[in-house]
C-alpha cells in the first residue's frame, strides 16, 4: 500500500506567481489534512477537507490560499501570489474513513522556495 | 489554547547512550499524545501514541508515559542507533472527533558511531 504522496517536493517560484501543490491520500483514505511548517517552527494545521467538501479551513490564511479535494485526482493547495513570507514546507497527511481521525499518516512534504 | 513545548536541539549522542527529549503540553480536556518520527528527506512517521493518563506508548524501543500530574509526555530510548538520526515532534489531539494535531517544533537528534 503506497503511501500519501505528493509531489512536487521541491518547488521554486518567484514572487507574484502560482504555486500549486498535490497530495494523493493513501488508498482508501477519505479525509486529508494540510499543514504548514515554516522555518524554525512545528507543523501548524492549515485546512481538513474530505471529498468534494472543505471541513474546517480555520488555519488557513484568508487570501490568496485556497484548497480542494475533488472528486477524482489529488486534493490541491494553491497559492496565488506567493510572497517570501510563504516559503515553507507543506505537509498533507490523509486518514482513513471509520478508523478516527488522529491517526494521520504524512506525506514527504512539498518545500516552497519563494524568490 | 493548545501548545507542545519540546526541548530545543540539536542533540548529539554517541550510539548506545540513553536518550531522553522533553514534552510538555498545555490542552484543553484530556489530550492524546503523539510522538513522530521524520527521517531525512521524509514525511513524519507515527512512532508511539498515548491516548488517556498513565498510558506508555512504545515503538522500536522507543517509551513515553502519558504524565497528566505533569502535563508531559517525554520520549525515552534505552540505547540509540545511528539510525536513529532523524527530527523527533511532540504532538496533541484535544477532544473527542478532533483532528487538529498542535506540534512542537521539533527536536533534532545526531548519533554518532
Known amino acids: 500500500n503506497a503511501g500519501v504522496m505528493q509531489n512536487p517536493r521541491h518547488l521554486v517560484r518567484r514572487r507574484g506567481q502560482e504555486a500549486r501543490l498535490r497530495c494523493s491520500p493513501m488508498?482508501?483514505?477519505?479525509?486529508v489534512y494540510w499543514y504548514r511548517q515554516l522555518p524554525e517552527e512545528g507543523l501548524k494545521f492549515m485546512v481538513y477537507?474530505?471529498?468534494?467538501?472543505?471541513?474546517?479551513e480555520s488555519g488557513m490564511p484568508k487570501e490568496r490560499f485556497s484548497a480542494e479535494f475533488p472528486k477524482e485526482g489529488p486534493s490541491i493547495l494553491r497559492i496565488q501570489q506567493v510572497v517570501r513570507g510563504d516559503s515553507a514546507a507543506y505537509f498533507c497527511?490523509?486518514?482513513?474513513?471509520?478508523?478516527?481521525?488522529?491517526?494521520?499518516?504524512f506525506g514527504p512534504g512539498t518545500r516552497l522556495t519563494v524568490l | 489554547g493548545n501548545s507542545v513545548t519540546q526541548m530545543e536541539g540539536p542533540v548529539t549522542l554517541s550510539e548506545e547512550a540513553f536518550l531522553t527529549i522533553n514534552c510538555t503540553y498545555t490542552a484543553t480536556g484530556y489530550p492524546s499524545l503523539f510522538w513522530y518520527v521524520q527521517y531525512p528527506g521524509e514525511g513524519l512517521q507515527l512512532l508511539l501514541k498515548?491516548?488517556?493518563?498513565?498510558d506508555k506508548g512504545s515503538n522500536k524501543g522507543f517509551e513515553a508515559t502519558y504524565r497528566k500530574e505533569t502535563t508531559s509526555f517525554h520520549l525515552e530510548k534505552g540505547s540509540v542507533q545511528v539510525s536513529d538520526s532523524a527530527v523527533y515532534f511532540c504532538?496533541?489531539?484535544?477532544?473527542?472527533?478532533?483532528?487538529?494535531?498542535?506540534f512542537g517544533k521539533g527536536t533534532k537528534l545526531s548519533v554518532i558511531p
Open positions: 477537507l474530505q471529498k468534494e467538501n472543505i471541513i474546517d
Open positions: 488508498k482508501g483514505h477519505s479525509h
Open positions: 497527511a490523509s486518514s482513513p474513513e471509520g478508523q478516527g481521525t488522529d491517526t494521520q499518516y
Open positions: 504532538a496533541l489531539i484535544s477532544g473527542a472527533g478532533s483532528y487538529q494535531l498542535t
Open positions: 498515548a491516548t488517556k493518563a498513565d
